[in-house]
Structures are given as structure tokens and as C-alpha cells.
């Protein structure tokens, strides 16, 4: 694969530094999303002179468990890290990280992988909905009387990025994707969800956790940008009437040279 000499070389920089030898990126490459969580085993080792204690182990998402059997480590010592995944909800790209947390320093373990839905597996949409039940709702479905942007932050951005910007799942402030659809479309969207691609579908009366002034607080949060976006569109394009934008010129007197 074309991540394993990177891996290496991680591994021997950071050895360097220090005397916990581990791999900075784990690429677990292609796996499905399944009702049966993921696991792998990542090694990790003492090379140092003295005896080196993890203090903790840290994932940000619950769908991701990191387990040591031992946490002393003797010099010389192995001992795996456990590893195990909930992919449900997961589509295309996935990207974990483990940190070890040491006196001295943290570690950073990034577990990459690609996710596929399983063919023949349970419809996405019974899976997606896992997300919305304990243990994962206490933060997925963080939405108790949240509306628009707040509610966006507490139970969109986990996969769309913070404001929108991109994640796992496409970012959603792209001018071309809110021209493409109208309030109806994307109302339809987050409502029902996406079953085949692994966009959930959010309204109540379709096993998500918002109610229908929810979900239509969300249009008008996801249009904010759209004014600004075509005015900046308006302004990259070339001027033909150069008098029209008189401070263009003043503010850049000389033309560079590729004349821009
Ligand atoms: C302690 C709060 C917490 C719990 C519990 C939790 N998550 Fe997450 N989840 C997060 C955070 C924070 C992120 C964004 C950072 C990241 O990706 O780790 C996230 C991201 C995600 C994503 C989008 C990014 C990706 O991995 O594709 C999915 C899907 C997901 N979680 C599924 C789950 C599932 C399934 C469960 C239950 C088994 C769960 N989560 C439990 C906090 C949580
Ligand atoms: C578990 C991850 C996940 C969460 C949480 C999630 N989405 Fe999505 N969403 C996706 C994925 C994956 C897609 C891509 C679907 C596709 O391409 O058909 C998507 C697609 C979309 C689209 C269509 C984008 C396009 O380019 O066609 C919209 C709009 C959208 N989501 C809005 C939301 C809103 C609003 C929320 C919060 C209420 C939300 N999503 C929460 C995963 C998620």
C-alpha cells in the first residue's frame, strides 16, 4: 500500500523522540459496515531504558474503543492495543484516532480505513438508526431543544464538518450543491435520509430524533451563506467595465506578471 512507508518512517522518527514505538497510521483498508464492530490489533512497544505507564487511552467518538490488557510497560515489552469499531453510519473514508496519554507526552494513533456497505447486509437505514439509540445517542442525538444552528452543530457536524465545511460526508455550503436543490429537496433530504449512500433520515416519524420545526429550522442555516457565495461567484469574474471598480486598480497598480 502506498501509506506503508510513511508509516514507517513515523515510526522510526518518533522513535527518536522518544522510547514508545508505535505506528502513527494504521491503514486497515477496505472494510464493510456491519452490525458486527470492526477489530484490530495495533502493537506497540517499550524501547526505551525505563518502564513507561499509559496513563489513559482516548478516542473522541464512543464507536471507537481502544483497550490495553497492560499499561506498564517494561523496557523491551510489547502489548497490544485493542481496537473496536462501530462502523454503522460510516460510508467511504473513515478516519479514527487513538491517543495514549503518557506523563511525558501524548501519542497520536490515526486508524484509517475505507468503509463499503455490505452486500445483502441489512439496509443502511436500519443500521443508520443505531446512531439514534444508547450508547451513541447521548452525544448523536444531543438535539433537546436545539433549532438551527445549534442544532446543526450538535447533531450534523460530526459527519459534515463544523458549519457545514466538510467531514466525512460532503460539505453542504457549496454554491453549486444549494443551486441544485430547492427547500422542498432539502427538507426531503434530511427527513428521510439517503438509505443507499449513508445520509440518515432525521425526522421522528421516520425513527430519527427531530421534529418537523427541527428539521425546516435547519433551511434557512444551511442557505446563510448562499447570497454572499454568489457575490463573491459575481466578483471573480473578470470586470468588463473597468470604471465600474475604480479601487481594483488603485490597490493594485502594477499587474503581476502572469496578469492577474
Ligand atoms: C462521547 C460522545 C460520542 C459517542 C457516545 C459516540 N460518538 Fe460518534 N462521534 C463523536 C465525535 C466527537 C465525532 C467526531 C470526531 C470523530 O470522528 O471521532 C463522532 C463521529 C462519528 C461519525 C462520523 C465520522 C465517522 O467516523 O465517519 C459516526 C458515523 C459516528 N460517530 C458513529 C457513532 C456510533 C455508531 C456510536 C455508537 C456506537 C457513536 N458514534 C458514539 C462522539 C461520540
Ligand atoms: C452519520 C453521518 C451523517 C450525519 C450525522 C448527517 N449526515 Fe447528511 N449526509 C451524510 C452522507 C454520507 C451524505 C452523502 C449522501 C449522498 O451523497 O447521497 C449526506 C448528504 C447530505 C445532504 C445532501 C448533500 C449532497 O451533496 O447531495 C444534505 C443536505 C445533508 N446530508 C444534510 C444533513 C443535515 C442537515 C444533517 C443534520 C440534521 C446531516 N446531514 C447529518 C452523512 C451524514
Not at 45 to 71: F, H, P, Q, Y
Not at 164 to 170: D, F, I, L, R, Y
Request: net charge neutral; aromatic share 6%; proline share 5%.
Amino acid at each position: 500500500m502506498f501509506l506503508a512507508p510513511i508509516t514507517v518512517l513515523f515510526n522510526f522518527v518518533l522513535s527518536l523522540s522518544s522510547s514508545l514505538t508505535y505506528p502513527a497510521i494504521v491503514d486497515v483498508g477496505e472494510i464493510y459496515e456491519n452490525e458486527r464492530p470492526f477489530q484490530h490489533e495495533i502493537k506497540i512497544s517499550n524501547n526505551g531504558r525505563d518502564v513507561i505507564e499509559i496513563l489513559s487511552v482516548e478516542t473522541t467518538c464512543g464507536c471507537t474503543i481502544a483497550e490495553m490488557e497492560k499499561k506498564e510497560l517494561a523496557p523491551g515489552e510489547e502489548v497490544m492495543l485493542n481496537v473496536t469499531i462501530d462502523t454503522v453510519g460510516k460510508r467511504g473514508g473513515m478516519e479514527k484516532k487513538i491517543t495514549l496519554k503518557t506523563q511525558e507526552q501524548d501519542y497520536l494513533i490515526k486508524v484509517r480505513g475505507f468503509v463499503r456497505k455490505e452486500v445483502g447486509g441489512h439496509s443502511t437505514g436500519f443500521l443508520q438508526k443505531k446512531i439514534f439509540n444508547e450508547p451513541c445517542a447521548s452525544c448523536h442525538s444531543n438535539d433537546e431543544g436545539k433549532m438551527s444552528k445549534t442544532l446543526f452543530a450538535a447533531v450534523c457536524s460530526f459527519c459534515h464538518g463544523p458549519h457545514g465545511s466538510g467531514g466525512t460526508a460532503p460539505a453542504l455550503n457549496r454554491l453549486s450543491f444549494l443551486k441544485s436543490v430547492d427547500d422542498n429537496d432539502l427538507y426531503d433530504i434530511i427527513a428521510n435520509g439517503r438509505e443507499e449512500s449513508g445520509m440518515p433520515a432525521f425526522l421522528d416519524s421516520h425513527g430519527g430524533p427531530l421534529s418537523k420545526e427541527q428539521v425546516l429550522s435547519l433551511l434557512p442555516y444551511l442557505r446563510r451563506d448562499e447570497k454572499l457565495l454568489n457575490r463573491l461567484k459575481e466578483k471573480k469574474k473578470p470586470s468588463l467595465n473597468e470604471e465600474k471598480n475604480p479601487r481594483r486598480n488603485h490597490s493594485f497598480p502594477e499587474s503581476t506578471p502572469n496578469g492577474l
